[in-house]
């Protein structure tokens, strides 16, 4: 009967003794789940050019000042395989030259968004939509034989617009560039204000009478945005657009842009924009600018 009370004794002991030692919550490892599917940023900010010269300046020149003002925002979200992406860009300027009146020098709307599934490593299959449009009217100048000047409408808001639809593959290597195979690609061209057809007669393919016009196509884009040095940034985005109906009629645009930043609230920027289509003009017709602008980044 002592032994019994002894072990019983004993294994009280025990069981308490266990009960008041604490729990080291500190030695637990926890693994934080990443649940942070979104990524976003923009920017908003106005850009300023400005040239004065004296009346006996020999070297020739006009007074003028510039003034812009633009915002980007982009949003990524991205989940196992799954991506969207969307791109938002709205820039608007004008000039004004001594002796003239105000004239724009930058007027874009760029909306895009992108739906991808990864195959692989470096493949997507995706699809996209994405419109370009301007704010306000474009004018062409023209010298009249007296010495003064008259200006031709030649483009408005919707007029033109494009609205583009595409689906096919991506190629990703890296995560500052990739290239789009639009396979299947839908585009409208809209133009729709008629006024333009005087100063403009191709209508930018539109047919006269039409306010849009279909295209079935292959489009290519490639895209390359990098820092390239420290606080220089180069982005550049090809566009290859080919209608099935009418192969030997291909449009390219290139649109570069080269961003230096000086501080957290000022930076330099030299743009470019090379574009090619027949529906508009046989020639080639490039925009370029320097400007510097002040931003904010949020």
């Known amino acids: 009967m002592k032994k019994e009370l002894c072990t019983f004794?004993?294994?009280?002991?025990?069981?308490?003794?266990?009960?008041?030692?604490?729990?080291?919550?500190?030695?637990?490892k926890i693994i934080p789940i990443d649940t942070v599917y979104w990524k976003r940023s923009a920017q908003v900010g106005i850009n300023l050019n400005q040239g004065s010269f004296s009346s006996n300046w020999k070297g020739g020149g006009v007074n003028s000042v510039a003034l812009g003002a633009f915002f980007n925002a982009k949003s990524d979200y991205m989940q196992r395989r799954f991506n969207w992406t969307s791109e938002v860009q709205l820039q608007y300027g004008i000039v004004k030259n001594e002796g003239?009146?105000?004239?724009?020098?930058?007027?874009?709307?760029?909306?895009?968004?992108?739906?991808?599934?990864?195959?692989?490593?470096?493949?997507?299959?995706?699809?996209?939509?994405?419109f370009l449009s301007q704010f306000a009217p474009g004018y062409r100048y023209e010298t009249l034989t007296g010495g003064g000047e008259r200006s031709l409408l030649i483009s408005n808001f919707f007029a033109?617009?494009?609205?583009?639809?595409?689906?096919?593959?991506?190629y990703k290597p890296a995560p500052y560039f990739n290239l789009q195979f639009g396979l299947g690609t839908i585009r409208q061209t809209f133009v729709l204000d008629d006024s333009i057809e005087f100063g403009e007669p191709?209508?930018?393919g539109v047919p006269p009478g039409k306010t849009v016009r279909n295209e079935f196509a292959f489009q290519l884009i490639a895209n390359y945005d990098r820092n390239i040095a420290e606080n220089l940034n180069l982005?550049?985005?090809y566009l290859?657009?080919?209608?099935?109906?009418?192969?030997?009629?291909?449009?390219?645009?290139?649109?570069?842009?080269?961003?230096?930043?000086?501080?957290?609230?000022?930076?330099?920027?030299?743009?470019?924009?090379?574009l090619y289509d027949k529906d508009q003009d046989?020639?080639?017709?490039?925009?370029?600018?320097?400007?510097?602008g002040f931003l904010y980044a949020f």
């Open 235 to 237: 982005k550049a985005r």
């Open 202 to 204: 191709t209508r930018y």
């Open 282 to 292: 046989d020639a080639i017709q490039y925009s370029q600018g320097l400007a510097i």
């Open 160 to 170: 033109p617009a494009f609205l583009t639809e595409s689906m096919g593959l991506e």
């Open 100 to 130: 003239q009146g105000s004239r724009k020098n930058v007027d874009r709307i760029f909306l895009d968004t992108k739906v991808g599934y990864r195959l692989s490593p470096v493949w997507l299959a995706f699809g996209n939509i994405n």
């Open 9 to 28: 004794f004993l294994f009280c002991l025990s069981t308490l003794s266990m009960a008041q030692t604490p729990t080291r919550l500190d030695s637990i």
């Open 240 to 274: 290859l657009f080919a209608n099935y109906a009418t192969l030997n009629a291909i449009d390219h645009r290139l649109d570069v842009s080269l961003t230096a930043k000086v501080n957290r609230f000022v930076n330099v920027n030299l743009t470019g924009i090379f």
